[in-house]
């Protein structure tokens, strides 16, 4: 393969395909650097071994120094194979303050993706029961917007180890256009650092098995994810991200009915109303698979039986208290307000689930995880308004540069600054 184009992404995740989706519908010559491989097998418990980001021969799960819990893919298309389809807006307000304004690119996405809120036909009876009860306390549960193709979903519920059937978008999709339209992919490669020649061209050093090379390129965008931007940008001199991280802490609050529950697409309800007053939101969610339950919650998890397993997910807008570190180790310090959220959004659960007729000493809850880590190369501290860094021509597009927690899932805001960064480079 060649080694010098006009544009090297680094990452193919919801920032990183979008834009070299976008920058080659323009006819430019695009590189794309990924550390992962095709996602050409998807929706099963063993495929989530090569997916995830998983450590040792056990293959436990990421944590910070801390123990809390992230789950972070490692694959083509970067998380969004493995999200929940949610097509929910976050954080339009507080980027357009920073100067973002991202209303065309947001609506451009929501046509493209064909985002709507979910069919009541894929809700299950007992989901829909317990909306109507969380809404007769003054808890409103709403159907979540998806990025969900009706006509090709079963309702497994498996979406976090990916659509086998192809019916949930993910950013891969878009890699796979830009292909079409000429771009090359590095796969299985590591970007270790930037480099600058002549104070112009900008270079990536990489490493691939035992090969070591450089690509080079006029301008390169940084896409690799909350942790893995701000390592790169250290390494490269940057020494001031990785500061500030955010995770979106969660729980689930699980629960046991005497009934038979059907399967759906996780997260097909979502209650939002209490986000900007206390910080969190609510949503339907239960990790189907015994070994899942028993990673985020140990020995209780695996002994919980399957059929009449209920959840609630409660997600938070947690504070930016946390570092990503030069060799990738991460930390992340849960504040006294980020226990009261959970707190409040865990009894706020259990109150729901109970009026619905899980039976009390069933409850169990998970340890606290985190699945959009962000923060750690944000707008104002590590890049400027037009999303570049202090390295002429190297810019960040993915979580890494959101202000705050967004406490929702941010893939089509991620793809609408894609949209928007492509315009303007």
């Known amino acids: 393969m060649k080694d010098r184009f006009d544009y090297i992404v680094i990452g193919s995740g919801a920032g990183g395909a979008t834009i070299a989706r976008e920058l080659t519908c323009k006819g430019k010559d695009v590189a794309v650097i990924e550390a992962g491989f095709p996602p050409n097998r998807l929706g099963t418990f063993r495929d989530g071994f090569d ?20 789950w972070r893919a490692m694959i083509g298309g970067g998380t969004t194979v493995v999200s929940c389809g949610n097509g929910i807006r976050c954080l339009e307000q507080e980027l357009w303050q920073k100067g973002i304004q991202l209303q065309e690119e947001l609506d451009e996405t929501e046509q493209e993706l064909g985002v709507a809120p979910i069919p009541e036909r894929f809700i299950s009876h007992w989901t829909l029961n317990m909306a109507k009860t969380a809404n007769s306390i003054g808890i409103t549960m709403v159907k979540m917007p998806k990025m969900i193709n009706e006509e090709k979903c079963v309702r497994c519920g498996k979406c976090v180890f990916g659509c086998a059937y192809g019916a949930k978008w993910n950013a891969y999709q878009y890699l796979v256009e830009a292909v079409n339209n000429g771009a090359d992919v590095f796969w299985e490669c590591i970007a270790d650092k930037v480099v600058v020649e002549n104070g112009k061209e900008c270079g990536v050093v990489c490493r691939r098995k035992r090969e070591t090379f450089t690509i080079f390129g006029q301008k390169i965008i940084v896409a690799a ?77 695996l002994l919980m039986q399957g059929k009449g397993l209920v959840g609630i997910m409660v997600k938070t807008r947690d504070d930016n208290q946390g570092t990503v570190y030069k060799n990738g180790l991460f930390s992340k310090i849960i504040t006294p307000e980020d226990q009261k959220r959970l707190h409040d959004g865990v009894e706020m659960a259990k109150g729901i689930l109970q009026r619905c007729g899980v039976i009390p000493t069933s409850i169990k809850i998970s340890k606290i995880q985190g699945s959009h880590p962000g923060g750690t190369c944000a707008i104002g ?10 390295i002429h021509n190297l810019f960040v597009c993915d979580a890494s540069i959101l202000p705050i927690s967004p406490g929702l899932p941010p893939i089509v805001t991620i793809i609408a600054l894609g949209k928007w960064l492509a315009k303007r480079i």
């Not at 802490?249 to 059907?262: C, E, K, P, R, S």
């Not at 501290?381 to 202090?390: F, H």
């Open 51 to 70: 997916i995830y980001d998983l450590r040792g021969f056990l293959k436990t799960c990421r944590t910070s120094k801390e123990g809390i819990i992230l």
């Open 381 to 390: 501290s590590v890049v400027n308004t037009s999303l570049e860094t202090c």
């Open 225 to 301: 994810g909350g942790l893995g931007s701000p390592v790169l940008l250290k390494k490269s001199g940057i020494e001031n991200a990785g500061n500030n991280l955010f995770m979106d802490l969660f729980v689930n609050v699980y629960g046991i009915v005497d009934t038979m529950v059907a399967s759906e697409p996780p997260m097909s309800l979502v209650c939002d109303a209490f986000l900007k007053e206390k910080g969190f939101i609510l949503s339907p969610f239960v990790n189907k698979h015994r070994l899942v339950r028993f990673k985020e919650m140990g020995m209780p998890g």
